[in-house]
């Protein structure tokens, strides 16, 4: 299960084909990153760059150029070693990236100051994303400079310079089937290890053994990495939003929050589930478990065609505001408080985000200045939260150091919307029973 070779020449042809004529678009991949002295972090591929090409080795450079007769897709990459093979693994090398990639043409990243400003002289345009490595964009201004040097012997320099990241991640916003099938394996993946992590949980554990349980659960599965860095919160922890030290013993008597989803094939899950340590809900945790749930799934009725994005955030702010005040939490009418934003005491982020390759994925949240239309193939999150602060007098005692939140990932549908995580159990009969089997 991957995406084919097809797919990616298709993305490179609709990308060029929104750019003007006589232009060229220049990715760099990710490098590696130092963890410590002579050690590397496991290497993962710019986003951008694998959407376009799916090469995922370090050191390379993609360029498109809509129109050229000798080839509109070249790849600068590291060379063939056998040396260096031996100790890291296999280097597709040029050929290799021609054969396995379809690259018109593929180059040793060495020569790319030699190469790339042939290929840069006479464009008009070039569509570059600025900004996200100093390195290479002194790079990519010495080739332009060295171009306006030779002005006087007639080398025609790029006249301006227009930012890849809007139309590209517009593009990558709308998943195609394909993708929307790698997503919902990660779901399915993540399903599992979240179902695990609740048959485990005990008092006395460690948050970490919860998160060697997740990432045994992934590995075994084939998903090598999690799409970001697993949060497991009991007690107290369950009320940081980003709480990662994941290091707390789990008390008889709490919660714990698990905000985790793998990586598979490069796309990303992200589920949170909360349930109780030892698998029962004390009464005051049942109350604003069932109110976070109510407020998920009037979040999720609005998620079809037309709505906006803004649309599930509303209904769950709505939801979640009347039950505070049924439970004392607030005091006051419910449409004043939600106009003083009062809520956000308890509630202090929004409803969701984007996914696909990157777990808070690209795509614009407003065009035109409104909040865009929801369409068939957008991929979000759905997370609505409550958290009462240990140390917040206002509220009775029993309330606080309770921190809940539940979150799907759901795609837009042509009829309505499909949640493809929904193998996590979140009723609380389902939990306290899988709990409990």
């Given at each position: 299960m991957s995406i084919s070779k097809t797919e990616f020449a298709r993305r490179r042809k609709?990308?060029?084909?929104?750019?003007?004529?006589?232009?060229?678009?220049?990715?760099?991949?990710?490098r590696e990153q130092v963890r410590s002295r002579d050690t590397e972090f496991p290497f993962r591929q710019d986003s951008d760059f694998y959407y376009l090409s799916g090469f995922v080795e370090p050191d390379a450079v993609l360029v498109l150029?809509?129109?050229?007769?000798?080839?509109?897709?070249?790849?600068?990459?590291?060379?063939r070693d056998p040396a260096m093979e031996l100790w890291h693994g296999y280097r597709a090398g040029p050929e290799g990236v021609c054969e396995r990639h379809a690259a018109d043409d593929a180059f040793p990243i060495g020569d790319i100051?030699?190469?790339?400003?042939?290929?840069?002289?006479?464009r008009e345009r070039v569509y570059y994303s600025m900004g996200r490595s100093a390195e290479f964009d002194r790079q990519i201004m010495g080739w332009v400079n060295s171009l306006r040097g030779k002005e006087a012997s007639g080398a025609v320099p790029p006249g301006e310079f227009t930012d890849l990241d809007h139309?590209?991640?517009?593009?990558?916003?709308?998943k195609s089937a394909a993708e929307i099938r790698l997503m919902r394996k990660a779901g399915d993946i993540t399903a599992r290890a979240h179902r695990r992590a609740m048959r485990s949980c005990s008092p006395g554990m460690y948050e970490y053994q919860l998160e060697a349980d997740l990432q045994h659960e992934f590995t075994l599965s084939g998903a090598?990495?999690?799409?970001?860095?697993?949060?497991?919160?009991?007690?107290d922890n369950g009320c940081v939003l980003h709480y990662v030290q994941n290091s707390a013993k789990m008390r008889d008597g709490e919660l714990v929050l698990i905000d985790a989803g793998c990586e598979f094939e490069y796309y990303a899950a992200d589920v949170t589930r909360t349930f109780p340590v030892n698998g029962r809900f004390s009464r005051e945790q049942r109350a604003l478990y069932e109110l976070v749930l109510r407020a998920q799934l009037a979040a999720i009725a609005q998620i079809k065609p037309g709505n906006h994005w803004n649309q599930p955030h509303d209904a769950s702010v709505k939801v979640l505001t009347a039950g505070l005040v049924e439970l004392g939490l607030l005091k006051g009418r419910v449409p004043n408080l939600i106009k003083r934003e009062a809520y956000r005491r308890f509630y202090m982020h929004r409803v969701g985000h984007w996914l696909g390759l990157d777990v808070h994925d690209v795509g614009d949240y407003r065009v035109g200045g409104q909040w865009r239309l929801l369409e068939p193939g957008m991929v979000m999150t759905v997370e609505p939260g409550l958290y009462v602060s240990p140390q917040d007098s206002k509220v009775a005692k029993k309330w606080r150091g309770i921190g809940i939140r539940i979150e799907d990932n759901v795609v837009v549908t042509e009829s309505g919307c499909d949640v493809i995580t929904a193998g996590v159990p979140k009723t609380v009969e389902e939990i306290e029973a899988l709990m409990a089997a």
């Open positions: 609709n990308l060029m084909g929104l750019m003007e004529p006589n232009s060229i678009a220049i990715i760099p991949s990710s150029l809509p129109g050229r007769r000798h080839g509109q897709f070249i790849v600068f990459c590291r060379e100051d030699d190469i790339l400003p042939g290929l840069l002289e006479g139309m590209l991640h517009e593009q990558r916003l709308l090598r990495h999690p799409a970001y860095p697993s949060i497991v919160g009991s007690g």
